[in-house]
């Protein structure tokens, strides 16, 4: 199990037009292979701020990922609509 946490800070204009997009990139990427979940939070007291949560089966699963079509698209657009972006990998310890 391949866990990626990953955080943005949403500039100010463009937070209503990132949700939307961050929403579709996880539901398209719900369905590759080695995807288990894909989740997108959003904090209601800091609306700037963006929270994915995704499993993969592993480490190349992600990578693959990050490679697709629909990822790349969102990146593209996406890329000039954050301020800043945070991410964490984890691997599952105990089974």
Do not use: W
């Not at 943005?8 to 204009?13: G, L, M, R, V």
């Not at 579709?24 to 904090?43: I, L, T």
């Not at 000039?80 to 599952?92: A, G, H, L, V, W």
């Amino acid at each position: 199990m391949y866990a990626v946490i990953v955080t943005f800070t949403i500039k100010p204009q463009y937070q209503g037009a990132f949700l939307p997009l961050v929403i579709e990139n996880a539901r398209q990427s719900r369905g590759e292979a080695a995807c288990q979940q894909f989740d997108v939070c959003a904090n209601s007291d800091t609306p700037e701020t963006v929270f994915l949560y995704e499993i993969y089966d592993d480490k190349a699963g992600f990578e693959t990922h990050l490679e697709t079509a629909h990822f790349l698209e969102f990146n593209r657009i996406a890329t000039d609509m954050i301020e800043e972006k945070q991410i964490s990998t984890y691997t599952q310890v105990v089974q």
